[in-house]
């Protein structure tokens, strides 16, 4: 039997796809499905656990191309990273490879889906619907790898009611409700800097203990709140640095080339 993740399954949400994968896994391989829960390992290093998402997507890109099953070089190099540095990454999750033969692509990518907490729907709220914020309330991505989003939040009276992608803009006043009701779990800030520390402490006092900030600032939360920050600027500047010393490079090779040409 054949374990894939393509074709009338792309269209799934990912919880429902990741479900579907493990019902065809325990059918055909019971045994190998009583490896340690995510809650009995420990000690994964957060390096490791920042390359996972890179494995799980070049995963999905294999299993779209309907590939079953891939060698730690391949699937190193579909990521990335040296396949030494996948192997020792992945067994950080157990055994699920097999020499000569390599991982089973579906088995794998549930594996790691699993580990990232990605076999359920997280709530998501995103806050603050200027142009990143319509950006991402419009993004296919957010469903497909396991996030819904409930709720588009802004603090301005004149977006409240406007949709967008089909959900309508509420007001901060919200945020208690969401977290009660949808059980929001996930907050996205794609406000300006100057809001983004006041957003933040919203989200926290409402019970939200995992943020996604877009804002250019460092945000400052209680122990047990977890901050990823997404600084697109950062991202160019440090561009524009290898870009600087591609050119000085360019520039002494040309000089180089001139000094020996005399």
Request: hydrophobic letters at 45%.
């Amino acid at each position: 039997m054949t374990l894939c993740i393509r074709s009338q399954k792309r269209n799934l949400p990912w919880a429902a796809r990741i479900s579907q994968v493990r019902t065809l896994w325990v059918e055909k391989e019971p045994e190998k499905t009583l490896s340690a829960e995510p809650s009995a390992r420990r000690g994964i290093p957060d390096a490791t656990v920042a390359r996972l998402p890179e494995y799980l997507r070049a995963l999905t890109g294999l299993a779209e191309r309907g590939i079953t099953s891939v060698s730690s070089e391949e699937l190193a190099t579909a990521a990335g990273v040296r396949s030494a540095k996948l192997r020792k990454d992945l067994s950080h999750l157990g055994s699920y490879g097999v020499r000569g033969v390599g991982y089973e692509v579906d088995h794998l990518a549930y594996q790691i889906s699993r580990e990232l907490g990605l076999t359920q729907d997280w709530p998501v709220a995103i806050v603050g619907m200027g142009n990143l914020g319509h950006a991402l309330a419009a993004y296919s991505g957010f469903a497909t790898r396991g996030f819904r989003v409930v709720a588009l939040l802004d603090q301005d009276p004149a977006l409240h009611g406007q949709e967008i992608a089909g959900i309508a803009v509420q007001p901060m006043d919200a945020l208690d409700s969401l977290v009660n009701d949808e059980g929001l779990a996930i907050g996205v800030i794609a406000t300006p800097a100057a809001s983004a520390q006041g957003v933040c402490d919203q989200l926290v006092k409402a019970g939200v203990r995992s943020i996604l900030n877009f804002a250019p600032c460092v945000l400052v939360v209680p122990e047990g709140v977890d901050v990823r920050k997404v600084d697109l600027s950062t991202e160019l500047q440090i561009l524009a640095f290898h870009e600087q010393r591609k050119a000085l490079a360019a520039q002494g090779a040309l000089d180089v080339a001139a000094v020996v040409s005399r």
